[in-house]
């Protein structure tokens, strides 16, 4: 895939912000926004397993089990679980750890949460989509129910917006397409955050210190919808 110079050159201040940022955490949020607790789950207690990266592990939480892992786990009664994120992963560095260690608990719900170092690092599109489309292959033989998290709007950061960048918009939005196909022809759910991109400019708060991760609100709230896409889905009641 041929990217626009501008997205390019987008792509390459935000790793280096990334990079500068490290696993920075934010001061712990005066409010919380409560996450809708199911009140049974449709086909017995799950199991859940989280693969991702910083997002996942929970950077930007104060401590990390406010990531939105583990209050996704905390609100559908998990009785076993793992959060498989690994700081600073792309999608085929970490694919064989993180799969590995997926299938070893044999888990009936998995969220997967990959992109944005990826795209910082100048991964092809064509070839996240391919390794996308084997773990949702594998995890959807190890009949899993896997949940394919879109990214927010990169543009919609404030470390992205403070840097008067351009470009990330587009290449977010063509990202997030192809995970909705891939998710679609795999059998996985694609969870969309267009609605909590949306809130980032008006809830500062939901984005950490450095500008970039959730913070431990920001955590709060996406747990909040990934557990209401579960709902939708009809994998919660």
Not at 57 to 85: C, H, N, W
Not at 159 to 179: E, F, I, K, Q, Y
Not at 208 to 216: C, I, K, V
């Amino acid at each position: 895939m041929t990217t626009r110079p501008a997205a390019s050159l987008a792509a390459f201040v935000l790793a280096s912000m990334l990079a500068s940022c490290g696993s920075s955490q934010a001061p712990s949020p005066t409010a919380t926004i409560p996450i809708p607790t199911p009140s049974a789950i449709a086909a017995g207690t799950p199991v859940y397993a989280a693969l991702g990266a910083s997002e996942t592990y929970g950077v930007g939480a104060e401590p990390i089990t406010r990531g939105y892992a583990y209050q996704v786990r905390d609100a559908i009664g998990s009785s076993a679980f793992a959060d498989l994120g690994i700081p600073g992963a792309r999608l085929g560095d970490a694919y064989q750890t993180e799969i590995a260690g997926a299938l070893a608990l044999h888990p009936t719900i998995c969220t997967v949460l990959f992109g944005v170092n990826d795209i910082r690092g100048g991964v092809n599109r064509d070839s996240f989509m391919a390794s996308l489309r084997d773990l949702v292959t594998t995890l959807g033989r190890a009949s899993c129910r896997t949940f394919v998290i879109g990214l927010p709007d990169l543009s919609q950061l404030p470390a992205v917006v403070r840097a008067h960048l351009s470009g990330l918009a587009a290449t977010t939005a063509d990202w997030n397409a192809g995970m909705a196909t891939v998710a679609a022809q795999g059998g996985a759910d694609f969870l969309s955050l267009a609605t909590f991109s949306g809130e980032i400019a008006a809830h500062p708060e939901y984005i950490s210190a450095d500008g970039l991760h959730p913070s431990t609100i920001g955590h709060t709230r996406l747990a909040a919808v990934i557990v209401g896409a579960m709902r939708t889905a009809g994998v919660l009641h």
